[in-house]
């Protein structure tokens, strides 16, 4: 605990009939910023002393928050930080993709437990539905085998998959997984699982994972650039996660781009899918990632070609999100592995003008986020942690200026 260092935390209200909403600030405030004092606390989501110590004990009872050691700050009398306790909650993650799902097991602050996957089988979705319920079911075996009370705390299940959803395809469009659009997955999770569950899509459960432990942790407006088989935008906006109207805000992978007379979309321009047929290789190989990565590190003509290509329309997108959204940053993320992440964004600079280049800058207007097949599956997990515990301002506005 730093008394020098600002402290990241929304504010509640001192207004009755919103203790739930209280508790979900206090819960979010040390998340944010680690171990903080009562008076921290009360300093910084301005909320009375009085509210901050019966949040506080309720949380204490309730096995979330546990206390720490007195610090003692100057003359005056010790004060006790008090930190969320990991094992207080639990949430599977699910990641479903075109060849492959993924589940993950998080705690409270987004630790990942277990992690385990599966190929999907070529029969679609009812087929694929029982290797994802067969895989969910062994992560929450092994968790319970971790944690023995982890059943008792387990708060849902987030399910994520490419999007867009509810729009009408041709049937057999590899993109947008028609078929699993069209299958009733919550409710076929639901039963199975007998858990709460939410779907989202990947570039939104990326940016959820940045949002959490990531380079948007503390951020209130960012915009996380998602390259993966597809592409799209993760919106950050006033520190929640920013869905549309149908859950498909920011499909950037679907704007139009027109080049020799004809329109083509981003993500079959700039993708990891473009990569994998431009260098002709099988999307569905299990070493993908390593061998992506050891052909950027090799230098490989092929895959260079490649980046200066994607770049360009990348640049682009950057150029347009700025100009939009007006983020503090955009971070580039996905499943692509670190080394092609890193030697996009250096194919992308210069960045073109927009109104984010500005004097007084305190972050890039380009930087890498996580670069790993698993964040999906994390960000997936965040999403039932977020709506049991994360305050949403949509029930309750306060100005706190």
């Known amino acids: 605990m730093n008394d020098s260092r600002p402290i990241r935390a929304k504010s509640g209200t001192n207004h009755e009939g919103t203790s739930a909403h209280n508790r979900r600030v206090m819960i979010d405030a040390l998340r944010m910023n680690g171990a903080l004092s009562r008076a921290d606390l009360a300093r910084a989501t301005w909320l009375t002393k009085q509210t901050v110590s019966n949040i506080i004990e309720e949380l204490e009872r309730d096995g979330l928050v546990r206390s720490q050691e007195a610090v003692r700050k100057g003359r005056g009398q010790p004060s006790t930080p008090y930190r969320l ?36 089988p070529t029969g679609g979705p009812s087929e694929g539905a029982k290797v994802i319920l067969d895989l969910v079911a062994g992560v929450r075996a092994k968790l319970a085998g971790i944690v023995q009370q982890s059943e008792k705390r387990l708060v849902g299940l987030g399910a994520a998959m490419p999007g867009p959803f509810g729009v009408a395809g041709n049937g057999d469009d590899p993109w947008m997984m028609e078929a699993w659009q069209k299958f009733p997955l919550l409710e076929t999770l639901t039963a199975g699982t007998g858990l709460d569950v939410g779907l989202q899509n990947d570039a939104a459960a990326a940016a959820t994972a940045e949002r959490m432990v990531g380079a948007a942790h503390g951020l209130d407006h960012a915009v996380c650039l998602f390259v993966g088989y597809g592409i799209g935008a993760g919106l950050i906006l006033n520190g929640e996660l920013y869905r549309g109207t149908n859950g498909n805000a920011g499909e950037i992978g679907m704007a139009l781009l027109f080049a020799d007379g004809k329109s083509t979309p981003l993500e079959h321009r700039a993708s990891l899918a473009s990569l994998y047929q431009h260098l002709s290789i099988d999307p569905a190989d299990p070493d993908l990632h390593a061998q992506i990565n050891d052909l950027v590190l090799e230098g490989d003509p092929g895959i260079e070609t490649w980046i200066e290509a994607a770049a360009a329309d990348l640049r682009w997108s950057v150029h347009l999100m700025e100009t939009v959204f007006d983020p503090q940053t955009v971070i580039l993320c996905g499943s692509a592995p670190d080394a092609l992440v890193n030697r996009l964004i250096a194919a992308i600079g210069p960045l073109l003008p927009s109104i984010a280049e500005r004097r007084g800058r305190t972050l890039p207007r380009l930087q890498p986020g996580m670069a790993d097949p698993w964040s999906v599956a994390l960000g997936a997990a965040a999403g039932p942690i977020s709506r049991a515990f994360d305050p949403h301002f949509a029930a309750i506005l306060k100005d706190s200026l």
């Open 85 to 120: 306790v990991p094992e207080g909650a639990f949430a599977i993650g699910l990641q479903i993709d075109r060849h492959v799902t993924r589940a993950v097991a998080v705690d409270l602050v987004g630790s990942v437990l277990v992690r385990d996957e599966a190929g999907l």
